[in-house]
């Protein structure tokens, strides 16, 4: 990731990464499909960690409490890569390819929690307004704590996304 | 959209679609980036019609029911276009290529909605979570209505799952 913010991230080609790392062009191949995926590595883990934490939560939990319950645990392990966090969004933030390959592993995290919340023996209807409802939650607390100045952990932006999103979706009735 | 019914999406060249449509190559890419954007030239259309029937609505309205209010309006210009919807959605859900420019399409209409609420008077949180749960509830409500058998209105749908994300986000408190 350093090459790409020093030298941007289109600026940057696999024979360099791969150089940097210590690897082969082949076997950077072998563990990514294309330079892009160097960023979203930790995606994969991310979901796993998320669907284990709400297959471990209290089947009493409601749908929307227990994605909140696991997404702040979830967003504890956050704290210690921090600046790591910020300088990857920086890239991402700078280009638009990088862009839609998050909207994608997004989606794929609401799908998988969507599923999760299924076989916890929430409804279709339920699990996926619920999965849906959650992971934008995420990616609004996401985007505030990386604009903030590191006072206020992301599981307290996910908290206060979740209390806000309460009152929002109760609307004027 | 007959071609990639016809013969799959992947095996269709821009050159055919512009002889079917009796047009030449040069005049396709005048008004489509690639053979992917002929299936979303709607997109722009329907997100100026969402922002606008926004702008139209009471200020009282609170920004989730605002949302619902413009949703509704639009979903009835869907039903006379259903057979060209269930066509045009089973086309992109053979293709992932296809399943990811429509992510970037409805993340443009939930930035879209955003502004329009912001516009209205919403603070930043409060726009961005109800356009997220709002374009969700859509798409939600759009899956079924493709799913079903032409029964029940996607506005029928709309408020339905409208009604669930109010109980849904409520959660055990």
Redesign the interface.
Known sequence: MDLYIERGFDQTTVAQIAQRAGLTERTFFRYFADKREVLFWGSATLQELLVETLEGLPP??????AV?GALDVIAHGFEERRVFALRRQSVIASNPELQ?RE??KL?SLTVATAQALRSRGASD??A???A??GI??F??AFE?WVKDDGQITLAQFITA?FT???S??????
């Not at 009493?60 to 409490?65: E, V």
């Not at 929002?168 to 009735?173: E, I, L, P, T, Y």
């Open positions: 009493s939990l409601a749908p929307i409490d909140a839609e909207l994608i989606e209807l339920v996926t307004l619920s849906h409802a934008a939650v990616k609004v505030q996304s806000e999103l309460k929002v979706s109760a609307g004027g009735s």
